[in-house]
């Protein structure tokens, strides 16, 4: 593996914007395409549809679609004691954090006689979608799950992709994390076609209002397509390939460094790797230790192609790598300096950032509390990661009493006439006309 360091100060602006690009997505006008055709044939043949792409892609030669009850059990039973409890005990502090953020009701009264409120109900139906194949994601499931749960929408339904041909089965961490989640609707369905069944429901599946979760680029965009049509589904955020981005300065520990880009590296080939510091003999010392620990990962060809997309950036001081981080805003962001405090004050578009040499990503990714559903590609800038209220929708109620419309009503008529809305001054103007006769005729028919 070639590690080149670019110095940040020896850049002209055009150089710098170019050094921070993300690696292109594979959004070709034939993946458009493919996924139209997917999402069309599951709209019109349902669960046929669904049960020849089984065939075709995962090699089902008959697909039940849900995982039986009895299927869930025998799968959850296979389980050791020490990795339920090591799913408990993530399950318990991601719904210790989601727990307080529960939303308030808002009421108040802007003017005597004027009340307006804010309140919150969660969505009715909701589809979680769980990435399997090579690397299934048990921890996915916690974190779409468990807010679900405490936000209490109705239906929840877990899609996920069929592991062994033979067996049709899905990874038992994955049962197991759903049922502390409370969710036993499970499909093993993944792709595409997973999206579109939840996005217009089948013969089996039952169409939901929003989906949630990560995948791959069939399945980004499958959640693009049907998030632009009114009659498909809500999806919970744009994303793109998995990244961070390290800031370090030479108090931080290469070792840790390195692992830290490695975690992410081996997430998948298009994943991308940013390690930003002050010091060069910390970017060298990092690459020393990139090149020992690759060579001894099991994933150890997914994370070199992913450090070919790697960057190395070397600032001169660590005000100057906050202002990079920032211009990249990152999925993850990692800082080990020897002001770590001082640092996170500065950095404003990340969507998750983790704190200190004993903070790694994989803290976040499966067990401190926080969501690891986190808008990628740059998108932090305006996105957030996923929390409760993601789970829930807003909607406001006002309610003017006849005091009210008299105090307020003459306003609304002056702002309607302004912007040439008749109809609107006069649905007040007619109430306040009323108001008045009302007033005249008990003026009249007092003593």
Known sequence: ?????????????????????????????????????????????????????????????????????????????????????????????????????????????TQPGVICELNYSALDQVGLYVPGGSAPLPSTVLMLGVPAQLAGCRRVVLVTPPGQPEAGDIAAEIVYAASLCGITEIYTLGGAQAVAALAYGTETIGKVDKIFGPGNRFVTEAKQQVSQDA????????????????????????????????????????????????????????????????????????AKKALSNSRLILTPDLATAALVSNQYAPEHLIIQTADDQGLLGKLTNAASIFVGPYTPESAGDYASGTNHVLPTYGYSRNHSSLSLADFYRRYTVQHLTADGMRDLGPTIVKLAKAEGLDAHANAVSFRLAELALHAKISEGNRP
Not at 47 to 55: G, H, I, K, N
Not at 83 to 89: N, V
């Open 1 to 109: 593996m070639q590690f080149q360091i670019s110095n940040w100060q020896q850049l002209d602006k055009t150089a710098q914007q170019a050094l921070l690009e993300r690696p292109l997505q594979q959004q070709s006008d034939s993946l458009k395409q493919a996924v139209k055709q997917i999402i069309r044939a599951v709209r019109t043949e349902g669960d046929a549809a669904l049960q020849r792409f089984s065939l075709e892609f995962d090699k089902l030669q008959s697909n039940p679609l849900r995982l039986s009850d009895e299927s869930q059990q025998r799968l959850i039973g296979s389980l050791s004691d020490e990795l339920k409890t090591a799913i408990q005990i993530a399950y318990r502090n991601i719904r210790s954090f989601h727990a307080a953020q529960v939303p308030q009701n808002i009421r108040i009264e």
């Open 231 to 302: 009659r498909g589904a809500a999806i919970d955020m744009p994303a793109g390939p998995s990244e961070v981005l390290v800031i370090a300065d030479d108090t931080a520990n290469p070792v840790f460094v390195a692992a830290d880009l490695l975690s992410q590296a081996e997430h998948g080939p298009d994943s991308q790797v940013v390690l930003v510091s002050p010091s060069e003999a910390l970017l060298v010392n990092t690459i020393s230790e990139l090149t020992r620990q690759t060579a001894l990962l099991p994933r150890a060809e997914i």
